[in-house]
């Protein structure tokens, strides 16, 4: 999903909550075009493994993620970033 040296500090200790920090990361990339509608995210475990956190901390993103829009997972198939919701489109255009 990213090279070695693109993932965040994660400061455990620190204010911010992991799972946000996890989640801003990759909504990030979403938002800088890094990962394109469609294209499939990497599984929880490969996830956790990448950013060095906990498998619950990366459920805990993913569903931050799919209540902003801008990831879906499809049972049995994986999680896949969401183009972006129509409204959106939409205010560029005007």
């Known amino acids: 999903m990213a090279e070695e040296n693109d993932f965040p500090e994660i400061d455990r200790d620190g204010p911010e909550l ?14 800088r075009g890094d990962l394109k509608p469609g294209q499939r995210l990497p599984s929880e475990l490969d ?10 901390t ?8 799919r209540e902003r829009g801008l990831i879906r ?11 972006p919701p129509a ?7 005007e």
């Open 87 to 93: 409204s959106e489109a939409a205010v560029t255009d």
């Open 73 to 83: 997972s499809v049972h049995g198939k994986g999680t896949y970033v969401q183009a």
């Open 18 to 31: 992991v799972y946000m920090v996890v989640a801003e990361h990759i909504a990030g990339r979403i938002e």
């Open 58 to 65: 990366i459920r805990r993103a993913m569903k931050e993620l």
């Open 47 to 56: 996830l956790s493994e990448q950013y060095g956190v906990a498998r619950m």
